[in-house]
């Protein structure tokens, strides 16, 4: 049995602490593969993502491109969410990717934050008995995670221009496309 982890998250833009994350998991084996998801339409933020999903989907896969081979041979982006109409649902996205794999265990990868809210998700009971939460420790919250040497970095500074905490390839895409206005 594998531990396939999803990875989902808005990634307007992907940075470089979402890529320690994900390298991070794949070099302490704590999931075996890794699925990178682009929300579609995220319920539980305040804002609608700048980018559009398939912007965000084409950072996605140019971020993989930085990572170590070792690691992004193990990494892939599925576009579920950002092609689906109407709210993502984490329950809906698992119990398709659930199908691709029947016998191997799914992991759920999610932040501090995201662990917070998680009675706010829907149908959190079925989405418990699906998978298994793997809760990264971020910097600034407090309680219970798994400590990876989480990075500190906030897409909106990016968005702003105030940070530059993407990979190359993401950063040039962003020039290219003029994604943020900077």
Request: aromatic letters at 6%; a negative charge; charged letters at 20%.
């Amino acid at each position: 049995m594998a531990r396939i982890g999803i990875y989902g998250g808005t990634f307007d833009p992907i940075h470089v602490g979402h890529l320690h994350v994900i390298q991070q998991v794949i070099e302490k084996n704590l999931v075996d593969q890794l699925i990178l998801i682009p929300a579609g339409q995220p319920l539980l933020r305040t804002n609608a993502p700048v980018a559009s999903g398939e912007d965000r989907r084409q950072m996605c896969q140019l971020a993989l491109k930085d990572l170590p081979a070792e690691v992004a041979t193990k990494v892939f982006v599925n576009p579920i969410e950002i092609l689906r109409t109407g709210p993502s649902f984490a329950i809906d996205t698992v119990e398709a990717i659930k199908q691709t794999y029947p016998d191997d265990q799914i992991v759920l990868i999610i932040g501090q934050d995201a662990a917070e809210k998680l009675d706010q998700w829907h149908r959190i009971e079925d989405l418990k008995g699906l998978v298994e939460f793997l809760i990264i420790k971020r910097p600034g919250f407090s309680g219970n995670g798994t400590d990876i040497g989480a990075i500190d970095v906030a897409a909106t500074s990016i968005r702003q221009g105030v940070s530059a905490d993407v990979s190359s390839s993401v950063a040039a895409f962003i020039r290219e496309n003029n994604l943020y206005d900077n």
